[in-house]
């Protein structure tokens, strides 16, 4: 193989992301995956362009950024993409003041949010027990993806009309300055660009153990194809998501909530249990999920973990078949405080991981930003 301007180790979405902006500038691509397609946190998640959570300023300007970059890839290369929009729900007096609050402290950036009393919800969702509902907050900011396609998608698109070059099935087994020695061979590269998300035992394992990098891992869930064609557009999330979500950390009750939260759900904290529910474009409902941080053993599925999810929905939406077909753990690197890390561990090669689970939201921007850095 001649030699390239970018290698790209690891073809989830945040190595995809990179490939993308390099071609933009006219450079040279091959992408190394060690699996014969892509199985990480980039499939086994929702789906979700989540620019309704974000912070008002950098980080929304960066989601808002990212998304306009799936909006063009997604036309081109064929993957199925939605504006689902959002539903938070409130069941408790403490949620519903925090989304009054979130209504009005958010009126001037760039949400679009609408408060809706009881009797709107059933104009935005079906199936929602009014009778325990509140009221809710409504933002069109949510967009579903394909999760199970769109990275596949993306790769034949950068490989037939971009000429990337892809080595699937193809482990790295070291990088330096300028070459990887992977099990297909030798390669040569200008620049090195590691995504390989909570992939960081193999390359350069020194430099990320010491800032303290460790993993979550997160239970979710997939019920059949719902009956009758019935649809579900939005995001279904609750109060666990409000004290989650930048959208709510300048509300003043949030602490209030919080406290609220400890008592009442205190199983659910233990777990990180904060429930999002979406449909997929087979009618199926994606359920979750929990997060458990630190290096949490492969394999460790709770059905007391599944159960606190599946109760708490319960609350929320009653689906015509709740029925549970498959259930999965994920991972993704965490770094508290930390939305992104990016390392240059040596000359010509740098790590490029999203530290708080949010690559789908934000991968574009990241990615135009370190191609910008590396390459002017």
Same mark, same amino acid.
């Given at each position: 193989m001649?030699q390239?301007?970018?290698?790209?180790?690891?073809?989830?979405?945040m190595?995809?992301?990179?490939?993308?902006?390099?071609?933009?500038?006219g450079l040279?691509?091959?992408?190394?995956?060690?699996?014969?397609?892509? /199985?990480?946190?980039?499939?086994?998640n929702?789906?979700?362009?989540?620019?309704v959570?974000?912070a008002? $300023?950098?980080q929304?300007?960066?989601?808002?950024r990212?998304l306009?970059?799936? !909006?063009?890839?997604?036309?081109?290369?064929?993957?199925?993409? /939605?504006?689902?929009?959002? +539903?938070?729900?409130?069941?408790?007096?403490?949620?519903?003041?925090? +989304?009054?609050e979130s209504a009005?402290?958010?009126r001037d950036?760039?949400h679009?949010?609408?408060?809706?009393?009881?009797?709107?919800?059933?104009?935005?969702a079906?199936?929602?027990?009014?009778?325990?509902?509140? =009221?809710?907050?409504?933002?069109?900011?949510?967009w579903?993806?394909d999760q199970?396609?769109?990275?596949?998608?993306?790769?034949?698109?950068?490989?037939?009309?971009?000429g990337?070059s892809f080595?699937f099935?193809?482990?790295?087994?070291?990088?330096?300055?300028?070459?990887?020695?992977?099990?297909?061979g030798?390669?040569?590269? $200008?620049q090195?660009? %590691?995504?390989g998300?909570d992939?960081?035992?193999?390359?350069?394992?020194d430099?990320?153990?010491?800032?303290?990098v460790?993993?979550?891992q997160?239970?979710?869930?997939?019920?059949?194809?719902?009956?009758d064609?019935?649809? +579900?557009?939005?995001?279904?999330? =609750? =109060?666990?998501?409000?004290t989650?979500?930048?959208?709510?950390e300048?509300?003043?009750? +949030?602490?209030?909530?919080k406290?609220?939260?400890?008592t009442?759900?205190?199983?659910?904290?233990?777990?990180?249990?904060?429930?999002?529910?979406c449909q997929?474009?087979? =009618?199926?409902?994606?359920?979750?999920?929990s997060?458990?941080y $630190?290096d949490?053993p492969d394999?460790?599925?709770?059905?007391?973990i599944?159960?606190?999810?599946?109760?708490?929905?319960?609350?929320m939406?009653?689906?015509?078949?709740?029925?549970?077909?498959q259930r999965?753990?994920?991972?993704?690197?965490?770094?508290?405080?930390?939305?992104?890390?990016?390392? %240059?561990?040596?000359?010509?090669?740098?790590?490029?991981?999203?530290?708080?689970?949010?690559?789908m939201?934000?991968?574009?921007?990241?990615?135009e930003?370190v191609? !910008?850095?590396?390459f002017?």
């Open positions: 001649k390239v301007d970018v290698a790209i180790v690891g073809a989830g979405i190595g995809l992301a990179h490939a993308i902006h390099a071609v933009r500038a040279t691509v091959a992408v190394f995956e060690r699996s014969p397609e892509a /199985r990480g946190a980039s499939v086994r929702f789906g979700m362009l989540a620019v959570a974000q008002p $300023g950098k929304l300007d960066a989601a808002q990212s306009a970059c799936w !909006q063009e890839v997604a036309l081109h290369a064929g993957i199925a993409m /939605r504006r689902a929009g959002c +539903l938070f729900l409130a069941r408790a007096p403490e949620e519903m003041q925090v +989304l009054e009005v402290v958010n950036n760039d679009s949010l609408e408060l809706l009393p009881r009797s709107a919800l059933s104009d935005y079906p199936n929602l027990p009014s009778d325990q509902l509140l =009221g809710g907050l409504w933002s069109a900011d949510a579903k993806v199970r396609q769109a990275l596949a998608r993306i790769a034949d698109w950068l490989q037939s009309e971009h990337v080595h099935s193809t482990n790295v087994h070291s990088v330096t300055t300028g070459a990887l020695e992977t099990s297909a030798t390669f040569k590269a $200008g090195i660009i %590691l995504c998300g992939e960081f035992e193999t390359l350069f394992p430099t990320f153990r010491a800032l303290g460790t993993r979550c997160l239970q979710m869930l997939r019920t059949p194809p719902q009956p064609n019935w649809q +579900l557009k939005p995001f279904i999330l =609750g =109060g666990l998501s409000m989650r979500y930048n959208l709510f300048t509300c003043p009750s +949030l602490p209030a909530l406290d609220y939260q400890k009442h759900y205190a199983s659910h904290l233990a777990h990180g249990v904060h429930v999002i529910a997929e474009p087979d =009618g199926s409902i994606t359920i979750g999920d997060h458990a $630190g949490a394999g460790g599925r709770s059905d007391e599944d159960q606190l999810i599946l109760s708490d929905l319960s609350g939406i009653a689906l015509p078949d709740p029925r549970i077909s999965w753990i994920g991972h993704y690197a965490y770094l508290p405080s930390r939305e992104t890390l990016i390392l %240059l561990p040596t000359d010509g090669v740098t790590a490029v991981t999203m530290t708080n689970g949010q690559g939201t934000h991968g574009f921007s990241v990615a930003d191609i !910008q850095d590396l002017g």
